[in-house]
């Protein structure tokens, strides 16, 4: 693969983040840099694995792994006690699979084929988990403002973790709906294309080897990228809340992003939307709950699910237009430019939002 030279840029982050820990520019490029390569091992394990096991059960490992990365920099975050980061990342990385990586997939696949379907019931289902996420979200975010005085709360920790349960155990009954009592309802829409060529079949072993070696880098390099996030941001001139949107949820969800991305390429449009829309239901309700148990133990204080209306309203119309421009079961290259625009669009409001706005 002509992008693996790109693998010297992990010796090289390491060499810069032990040597000059200062140049934080240049530490979270060459870290962004060498994530790319990793993504796309990502990629290719997880197909050959989806291969095996159903587009179902591979969508949910690409973006159980891909996540890693999202989990390493939100726990790296919490210890430094930059909770707006944490939830900035949350909100960042949704954003990112649902408008930015199912955009450039429905563009590029689009490209390549004149129309592409997919299994418009499973769609639906991921639609209105998301949904139900944001009201869980919302709930204590609007207890926060309208009830909660300058210090947490008892009431407010108490509603913090009441949530955290409610979207646990409705995570762990997506599952058991997906892949024991319901398979069938994710299944493919329609034959879709292999793109395998004679001597390229992994077995089993290696895919899995190089699936777990692959989120392991990803999870190393997401860990440096973070430690200069912030520097790169006050050099650029850039907002915490933007960095953590925008440059840390782009970076940390590139795996699950260029899986997506390819599957739509290969015409395999079911698992690249169990990709981006999983990944989305993943990070909604099972890893901002578990933040929200870790920050017990790792952090300075309890994080809460409390996110401003800036946020709130970018992730709620986000869920909404991706549950409308995909909920038909078909794409196209036009729909993925809707989806960008979007993305685009709430990019430069956190961009110029000040610092200082209220939330």
């Known amino acids: 693969m002509t992008i693996n030279w790109l693998l010297i840029f992990i010796p090289v982050a390491v060499v810069l983040d032990h040597s000059w820990p200062h140049a934080h520019t240049w530490i979270f490029?060459?870290?962004?840099?060498?994530?790319?390569?990793?993504?796309?091992?990502?990629?290719?394990?997880?197909?050959?694995?989806?291969?095996?096991?159903?587009?179902?059960v591979g969508g949910?490992?690409?973006?159980t792994f891909g996540n890693a990365p999202e989990l390493i920099i939100a726990v790296v975050a919490l210890k430094a006690g930059l909770f707006d980061m944490v939830r900035a990342s949350l909100i960042g990385a949704i954003l990112a699979n649902l408008l930015l990586a199912?955009?450039?997939?429905?563009?590029?696949g689009g490209?390549?084929?004149h129309n592409q379907e997919y299994n418009a019931g499973a769609t639906r289902v991921y639609s209105s988990m998301m949904l139900i996420a944001v009201v869980s979200l919302v709930v204590p975010s609007a207890f926060n403002r309208f009830f909660s005085s300058e210090a947490t709360m008892?009431?407010?920790?108490?509603?913090?973790?009441?949530?955290?349960?409610?979207?646990?155990?409705g995570y762990g009954l997506y599952l058991l709906f997906m892949l024991k009592t319901h398979p069938e309802f994710f299944s493919v829409a329609s034959v879709q294309e292999e793109h395998y060529d004679e001597g390229e079949h992994w077995g089993m072993p290696r895919a899995v080897v190089s699936l777990i070696i692959a989120s392991v880098l990803a999870a190393w390099m997401s860990e440096i990228l973070v430690g200069a996030a912030e520097g790169t941001g006050k050099a650029l001139g850039m907002s915490q809340t933007f960095i953590g949107i925008v440059f840390l949820a782009i970076v940390g969800g590139a795996a699950e992003s260029g899986s997506a991305?390819?599957?739509?390429?290969?015409?395999?449009m079911d698992l690249s939307m169990g990709i981006a829309l999983g990944s989305c239901i993943q990070i909604a309700l099972f890893v901002a709950p578990m933040l929200v148990l870790l920050s017990y133990v790792i952090a300075p204080h309890p994080l809460e699910l409390s996110f401003g209306r800036a946020e709130m309203g970018s992730l709620f119309l986000a869920v909404l237009i991706g549950a409308i421009v995909s909920g038909d079961g078909r794409a196209n290259w036009y729909k993925g430019v809707q989806l960008i625009m979007v993305y685009v669009i709430m990019a430069f409001l956190f961009y110029f939002m000040p610092e200082t706005a209220p939330q």
Do not use: C, W
């Open 60 to 63: 949910l490992l690409n973006a």
């Open 29 to 56: 490029f060459a870290a962004s840099l060498a994530i790319v390569p990793i993504a796309s091992l990502i990629v290719h394990a997880t197909d050959h694995i989806a291969s095996r096991t159903g587009d179902a």
């Open 111 to 113: 490209m390549r084929y």
């Open 102 to 108: 199912l955009g450039v997939a429905f563009l590029l």
């Open 261 to 268: 991305i390819a599957m739509a390429r290969k015409n395999k």
């Open 154 to 169: 008892r009431q407010e920790q108490l509603l913090n973790l009441g949530m955290v349960v409610v979207l646990l155990v």
